[in-house]
Each structure stands twice: as structure tokens, then as C-alpha cells.
């Protein structure tokens, strides 16, 4: 079926027995650039780099292809953009979280109780909502995980660009349609400031101040790195630690399990404290990227690549993180 993989259909299944290893993946090994010796009359003509690296290709007779963890620095090193080679944490190495059946015939049992248990220990598994603002158009993006519709609507002027989401530190913002969240959650962020104004928000959650707040932003005016969370039983807890790049893009994890709240950049663990709590499960009526609830806070000037959320995980990012 075509939902197996754009070659799925038309490669024969893998022999049990290898004879010699791919072309390509003999590149990959070695460190050689791939060339068109690599690429093969079964590979489809609008397969690119990435799809190669991704996908395959496996062939009759050439057995499977190489370890996870090279397919992921083969990606990392092309620059594949994540969103579509493959989930951000390359903890699949298959997107969308769609096993690539023809791909895994060859690999036997044990290796696929492996990376099932990779993906358990890891929490490595499909985000519940995701904006992909890089290369957007219009004035809004949908979610693009399968079923839902939450729209992210681009307020006064938030313009589209190859880079993301581009707001303008004065009262451009993004809002995004309302949907309940609470509990253990991860949020994952492609960010840019361009310059630390008081406060500014990527993103807020909530009803109103002091409302049972989830938000990520700098610390005052300067880049520290600030993830809090409000609840109107206890208040505030959060921890600040690091800091955001001026000028530079860069990747930001944050999430909360239980009392463990953390917080990753560019792939590597910067802040960790067990004396975090986890939001409420609850509507809010506000879902802002770039904006603040506080009239004195300032909006964000910067570009806002992706957002990801995950609900009821930690979402723990691998030794083998893309952006690191």
C-alpha cells in the first residue's frame, strides 16, 4: 500500500541472508559523499538525498541498510529538515511515526524488539500537535498531525518565511485555537530572538493572569531561559537556566513529569529541578505564541520556526538529537 513508503510497492522483499551492503550505505559508512553509482534504477526519480538516506533503499540481494544511528548522522549531516526526515528527535528514523514495513522485513526480530524498546525508554513518539511555520502561507497553519484542525491564526501582521513565523517585537502574535491540555507535557521549539524585550513570551497558556499559566519566555530583559508553570492551588514553580542566542535559531525542549521539570538545548540537558508541578487538565481560552497575558510584558521580536506539544510524556531527547 502507498502508505508504506513511495517505493514500497515496487521493491521486492529483502532476502533473509545479505550478500553485501548497499552502495549508499557503503558511503555512509566510509564517510564518502553520495554519488550517482549510488543511486539506482529502483530508486525513484524525485527521491532526494534525504529520501535516500531515509528510506533505503533496499534492494534484492543487498540486504538491509545501516544502523540507526548512522541513518540519523546521515540525515543530521545532509541538514534534513525534521519535520519531514524524520520526527525532530530521530529516535524512528521513520516519519510520522509510519513503520516503513518493507524496510523492517530484513532486519529480523531482535532488532525491532530494540527499537521498540529505544522508543519506550526514550518516550520517542509522535507529537500531539504540530505548527510547521517555515514556509507558511496565508494567514494561518492547521495542525499538521492527523485528525486534528487547530488552526494557528497569524494576528496583526505575523508574516510568513522559509525561516518560520517572523513577528515584529510590537504586537504581532499567533493564536491558536483552543484545546485542552494538562498533566505531563513537552513542548519542542525552533526559535529565534532577534532581541530580549521585558518578559516576551513564546509561547503562553492560560485564562487570564495568574490563571493557571504554561509559558516559555526570557527572563526579564535578558536571554536567560525561563519555563514556568502556574497553578492557582500552588502558584508558581519553574526553573530558569541557560540562555536563548541572540540573533540565532535555536532548538528548545521543555517539559514536565510528575515533580521533574527540564529543559534542553540544542539537544543537550542545561536545566533540570524536582521541584516542578504538573498544569492542571483544563480549556484555556488563550494559546498564544509571541504574546503575553501581562499588558507590561513585551512581544516577541523573533521568528518562531515549529512548535511541537506532547501530552501525558516526557519527551526525552536522545544522545543523537539532529540539532546538537
Not at 552502495?23 to 527521491?47: C, I, K, L, T
Not at 521513520?94 to 518516550?123: A, D, E, H, N
Not at 521543555?254 to 536545566?271: F, P
Amino acid at each position: 500500500p502507498s502508505s508504506m513508503g513511495r517505493w514500497a510497492s515496487s521493491s521486492p522483499p529483502l532476502p533473509s541472508t545479505p550478500t553485501h551492503p548497499h552502495p549508499f550505505h557503503r558511503a555512509m559508512r566510509s564517510g564518502q559523499p553520495q554519488n550517482n553509482s549510488a543511486r539506482s534504477e529502483n530508486v525513484p526519480p524525485d527521491f532526494s538525498p534525504c529520501d535516500v538516506a531515509h528510506f533505503g533503499p533496499p534492494r534484492p540481494g543487498l540486504g538491509p541498510g545501516p544502523p540507526l544511528f548512522e541513518i540519523c548522522r546521515k540525515l543530521a549531516s545532509l541538514g534534513c529538515q525534521p519535520s519531514e526526515h524524520p520526527p525532530s528527535d530521530c529516535s524512528t528514523s521513520l516519519p510520522r511515526g509510519r513503520i516503513r514495513k518493507r524496510r523492517l522485513l530484513g532486519l529480523g526480530v531482535l532488532p525491532l524488539l530494540l527499537l521498540l524498546l529505544f522508543t519506550t525508554v526514550t518516550g520517542a513518539v509522535d507529537p500531539s500537535h504540530f505548527w510547521d511555520f517555515r514556509g507558511c502561507s496565508g494567514v494561518s497553519q492547521v495542525d499538521l498531525v492527523e485528525g486534528s484542525s487547530l488552526a494557528a491564526t497569524f494576528m496583526n501582521g505575523a508574516a510568513c518565511t522559509a525561516e518560520g513565523i517572523v513577528l515584529d517585537g510590537n504586537d504581532d502574535y499567533v493564536d491558536v485555537d483552543d484545546f485542552e491540555f494538562g498533566g505531563a507535557v513537552a513542548f519542542e521549539v525552533y526559535v529565534k530572538y532577534d532581541t530580549f524585550k521585558h518578559q516576551s513570551r513564546i509561547l503562553a497558556f492560560d485564562s487570564g493572569l495568574e490563571s493557571d499559566d504554561v509559558y516559555l519566555r526570557n527572563e526579564d530583559f535578558t536571554s536567560v531561559i525561563d519555563w514556568q508553570i502556574y497553578t492557582q492551588e500552588d502558584s508558581y514553580k519553574g526553573l530558569r537556566t541557560s540562555n536563548f542566542d541572540s540573533a540565532t535559531r535555536i532548538h528548545v525542549v521543555v517539559s514536565i513529569k510528575d515533580t521533574a521539570m527540564k529543559v534542553y538545548k540544542n539537544g543537550i540537558l542545561v536545566g533540570t529541578t524536582t521541584d516542578g508541578h504538573k498544569p492542571n487538565v483544563l480549556t484555556s481560552t488563550q494559546h498564544w505564541l509571541g504574546r503575553s497575558a501581562w499588558s507590561e510584558d513585551g512581544y516577541l521580536d523573533g521568528t518562531i520556526g515549529f512548535v511541537k506539544i506532547w501530552h501525558g510524556v516526557e519527551h526525552i531527547v536522545p544522545a543523537n538529537h539532529p540539532y546538537r
